[in-house]
Nanobody, 117 residues
């Protein structure tokens, strides 16, 4: 059974930085896409950034130039470095692993990021 555990959320002032981590355990096919999504109160969940097993990345326009996604395939872990945080980045951040070959999506339970202005 695949489990995803996020960590690194918390309270930070505007302009500050946080680094989120998501460790995946269980049997995960090698070729997958790991990503971060977020959901702010009253809003739909949205993609923040994603990275393929080969290292290709994709970012939401709102975080380009401020956030960086990376992964350690040996550890089945994905990271999200968040810099120059803004109040509008406040949300619950969720980790997701997608395995297109088997049409499978795995989600973490989320970690709260609060940015005070």
């Amino acid at each position: 059974q695949v489990q995803l555990v996020e960590s690194g959320g918390g309270l930070v002032q505007a302009g500050g930085s946080l680094r989120l981590s998501c460790a995946a355990s269980g049997s995960i096919p090698r070729f997958n896409v790991m990503g971060w999504y977020r959901q702010a109160p009253g809003k739909q969940r949205e993609l923040v950034a994603q990275i393929s097993s080969g290292g290709s990345t994709n970012y939401a326009d709102s975080v380009k130039g401020r956030f960086g996604i990376s992964r350690d395939n040996a550890k089945n872990t994905v990271y999200l470095q968040m810099n120059n945080l803004k109040a509008e980045d406040t949300a619950v951040y969720y980790c997701k692993v997608a395995v297109a070959l088997y049409n499978l999506d795995y989600w973490g339970k989320g970690t709260l990021v609060t940015v005070s202005s």
